[in-house]
């Protein structure tokens, strides 16, 4: 596609409840990146793919997070047992392999989660 | 450890004017790279533009240039001729070149205001 794509946009749940997050990436695009934002925060990284496989998922905060990427595009991150501590924006990012790190990444737009 | 520090929570300035935000960053690897991303209201992050560490010249993107100064570990970004849609939170970000991929680190960001 033109852009990063996620879905949904916005996202209430009720605490204890799982969700999953979508991220569709730029076509081509092997690099894949959740982040988290918290309410007046700045990005807090959560795992990255490249490929289909995470190399690195320091960043996921719990064993209620897990993520995973299928085709090398379509990435959903799912949180289990949601908290209110999980309410914030998990925005999705793609890039080039790696070593094109001068083009930044694209971003999507973001989901934003509520705990209630 | 890496580290970005963005020390000015929030800045105003007037239409037409130049405004300068500050980032200052900490790294003991020769290479890596430095970006300033824009999040306007609507929560996307728009890439601004880039700085490598070998790079010889300051980097300019239209309005935005960075001050770059490697001795002083610092990467200001300039806004030449603020425009209303310049009000935004701009977050300075760094590649963590230990990570072996495109890992970037972000500043806790600035809140711009542009006044007319």
């Known amino acids: 596609g033109a852009g990063v794509s996620q879905s949904p946009s916005n996202k209430v749940t009720e605490k204890g409840k799982d969700v999953e997050l979508r991220c569709d990436p730029i076509?081509?695009?092997?690099?894949l990146y959740w982040y988290r934002q918290s309410l007046g925060q700045g990005l807090e990284f959560l795992i990255y793919?490249?490929?289909?496989?995470?190399?690195?998922k320091s960043g996921l905060p719990s064993d209620r997070f897990s993520a995973e990427r299928t085709g090398g595009s379509v990435s959903t991150l799912t949180i289990q047992r949601t908290q209110q501590e999980d309410s914030a924006v998990y925005l999705c990012a793609s890039s080039l392999a790696r070593g094109a790190f001068s083009y930044g990444y694209t971003f999507g737009s973001g989901t934003r989660l509520t705990v209630v | 450890a890496q580290k970005i520090t963005q020390t000015q929570p929030g800045m105003f300035v007037q239409e037409k004017e130049a405004v300068t935000l500050d980032c200052t960053y900490d790294t003991s690897d020769p290479s890596y790279g430095l970006f300033w991303y824009k999040q306007p209201s609507s929560g996307e992050m728009i890439f601004l533009i880039y700085?490598?560490?070998?790079?010889?010249q300051n980097a300019t993107e239209g309005r935005y240039s960075l001050n770059f100064q490697k001795a002083r570990k610092s990467a200001n970004l300039v806004i030449s001729a603020s425009q209303l849609g310049d009000s935004a939170m701009y977050f300075c970000?760094?590649?963590?070149?230990?990570?072996?991929?495109?890992?970037?680190?972000f500043g806790a960001g600035t809140r711009l205001a542009v006044h007319p």
């Open positions: 793919f490249q490929g289909n496989s995470a190399p690195d």
């Open positions: 700085q490598g560490s070998y790079d010889q």
């Open positions: 970000a760094m590649v963590d070149p230990r990570s072996g991929y495109n890992k970037l680190i």
């Open positions: 076509s081509g695009h092997t690099a």
